[in-house]
């Protein structure tokens, strides 16, 4: 299951796609060579880096610190904050779906399997996105980057990460939610990563519904199929993963650049932007509130679904009006909401139906 939201994969949201990724790693690492080289057309590309040769050991326990900072890179590719996001949609489908609580067993494996394919995606993310990850000040520190470690063995994770939790849900779960699973990777992969992010502006909008995956996944796995209530919460994360990673690229508008990356922010003015931002917004809070008589989802979550949804409408529309004024745009005031308002609209998914 992937990332929001890289529409940064909010769990389920596959994803995110990219549901924005503002951790950075900071383990002690290896000693690095440089290493210039040039496609076959002739044109440098951004130097690579590799691992030194190195064999720490000692009374010091250099060993143990090398293997420590070894295994906190490889955690770091599969993005764990982005995992952490797609989760929080996952328990609440399945509390949904199963109109109670599932068996603890079933969300267990549920949750071990989706992190993998999350970690999946990302760190296969992380190995096609390393030229320019060495370009943005936001991805710089990430571990291909900073060559702790090297992009086979990123590859050969991010592969062994996919087919192990394409086991564990086949086996342990059904095969319809390994299929989804395999599904939200390989779009994360093929269509966001390799086909749109840096072909079109449009890329986080197409490429967002891989964070949606983990809410079919979560629905799939107590019933074997998907439902109308799933189907339902994917649209609601798949329209709040572009306002959500749009005010994240307005931050970073300089980056994107940089790297050619052509987000919205970057070829798009700044009015348009926020425009579509609250255009998206308004799609997103209508949906959620479709939910409540389609799926019984209970007063409960109707309420709450209306009160934060008029909160992120709010909140959008200040940023829209901040702009209008020329006034500094202070985008992530809307990022950082946007994470609380999934999460509380999620809460309320899964606490309706319990009570």
Not at 16 to 32: G, H, K, L, R, Y
Not at 56 to 83: C, E, H, M, N, Q
Not at 103 to 129: E, F, H, K, R
Request: with cysteine.
């Amino acid at each position: 299951m992937t990332t929001a939201a890289e529409p940064t994969q909010t769990s389920a949201t596959a994803g995110a796609v990219e549901v924005a990724d503002m951790s950075t790693v900071s383990e002690p690492v290896a000693p690095t060579t440089r290493i210039r080289s040039a496609d076959p057309a002739g044109t440098p590309t951004p130097a690579a880096t590799t691992p030194a040769a190195v064999a720490p050991s000692g009374a010091d326990g250099g060993r143990l610190g090398f293997v420590l900072a070894k295994a906190r890179a490889y955690i770091a590719l599969t993005k764990p904050r982005i995992i952490e996001l797609l989760l929080v949609t996952t328990v609440p489908v399945m509390i949904l779906a199963d109109r109670g609580l599932p068996s603890l067993w079933l969300i267990a494996v549920t949750l071990v399997a989706g992190t993998l394919s999350a970690g999946s995606a990302n760190t296969i993310n992380c190995y096609v996105d390393r030229d320019i990850d060495e370009i943005m000040a936001r991805t710089k520190r990430r571990p291909l980057v900073r060559a702790t470690v090297t992009p086979v063995e990123a590859l050969w994770f991010g592969i062994v990460l996919g087919v192990v939790s394409t086991l564990l849900f086949g086996l342990l779960v059904n095969w319809p939610s390994a299929l989804l699973a395999d599904g939200a990777i390989a779009f994360y992969v093929f269509v966001y990563t390799l086909g749109l992010k840096r072909r079109t502006p449009s890329n986080i909008v197409i490429g967002g519904a891989a964070g949606c995956f983990p809410v079919l996944i979560g629905w799939s796995a107590v019933t074997g199929t998907v439902g109308w209530g799933a189907v339902i919460l994917f649209g609601v994360v798949f329209f709040w993963t572009p306002p959500h990673f749009w005010a994240l690229a307005i931050k970073f508008k300089d980056d994107y650049a940089a790297a050619g990356v052509p987000m919205l922010p970057v070829v798009a003015p700044l009015r348009e932007v926020v425009r579509k931002i609250l255009i998206y917004s308004y799609v997103m809070v209508a949906t959620s509130l479709v939910l409540y008589p389609v799926a019984d989802a209970g007063l409960l979550y109707l309420v709450v679904a209306a009160v934060v949804g008029v909160w992120f409408l709010l909140e959008a529309h200040r940023l829209v009006r901040r702009v209008a004024r020329d006034e500094p745009a202070r985008p992530m005031r809307l990022f950082h909401y946007s994470i609380t308002y999934l999460t509380i609209l999620f809460l309320a998914v899964a606490v309706s139906p319990l009570i």
